[in-house]
């Protein structure tokens, strides 16, 4: 049976698709968005997560790491992230909080355990599992089996991606999936390479296959002021919108500052710390030049 890297299962979610649901969060995504809330999600592989305001000064940690990524140095305690394995021994024996690994390995059966504890409150409010990340679809095979599992289960499944992914695997677990949340960020890929990491053609593209053969996909679009509420890529992104066979719903969803915290907790720089998120006034702005493209058009989740 597959397993694969899970960094959290969030239960009781109402913005991941419709009614109540259980948002499993993967680990992994081929993006670095600058504006990205989950930050732990972007790489693959094992990190720790450090609380420094939180250290008791037990010194437990320290007997713990072999590595040399936890010294005393002029009788203060420091951890050296460069030096730090992720290996997780320094976790066990910190019971103050200060250090967290982010994700865990999980077997599907581990999964499915989760997500069927909540299965009375999809039944009563219409809803169900959502896979998100990261980037669920970067463990293809792992996704693959959780989804299959759902069916059988008569789970309403939904899967958001940000869509730098093959086709084929997009192609392979569209049938199991009731709901695709397609995240775009900006049309002109120049643009989109230098806040996200990545150009937009693969994503483009796949948003296309996925618009003519799947029933129901909705495009969620994080409003992110100077980055990409310009009149150009809105007009852009509504023309292009415009143009696929089928597009349940356009979600625009206001930039927040969740999130920010945990960048210092990974030792990463957020670049966006000026960044206010937009008023409603200025969301109903763009909901409406969206709207004149004839799609139809939702402020939030
Ligand atoms: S995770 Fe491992 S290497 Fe890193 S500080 Fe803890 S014990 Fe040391
Ligand atoms: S085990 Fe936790 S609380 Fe104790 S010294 Fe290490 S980081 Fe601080």
Known sequence: MEKGKIFNIMKYSIHDGPGIRTTVFFKGCPLSCQWCHNPESQEFGQELMYRPERCVACGQCLELCSNGATIYLEGKLIYLRDQCLACG???TACHAGVRELVAKTM??????????KDV?????SGGGVTFSGGEALMQPEFLSEILKSCRKKEIHTAVETCGFISLDSLQIISEYVDLFLYDLKLMDSRRHQAVTGVSNEL??????WLAEYHPKV???????????????????????LASLKSVAELH????????????????????????QSPDNERMEEIAKRMEE?????????
Do not use: T, W
């Open 252 to 275: 625009c969803l206001p930039y927040h500052k969740a999130g920010v915290d945990k960048y210092q907790r990974l030792g990463l720089e957020y670049r966006l710390s000026d960044l």
């Open 89 to 91: 021994e320094c976790c």
């Open 293 to 301: 493209f004839s799609l139809n058009v939702k402020i939030g989740g």
């Open 203 to 208: 994503i483009l593209r796949n948003l296309k």
């Open 218 to 240: 909705i495009v969620r679009v994080a409003i992110i002021p100077g980055i990409n509420d310009d009149e150009e890529n809105l007009r852009q992104l509504g023309e292009f």
């Open 120 to 124: 009375i409150f999809y039944d009563e």
């Open 107 to 116: 077997s599907v059966s581990e999964v499915m355990a989760e997500i069927e």
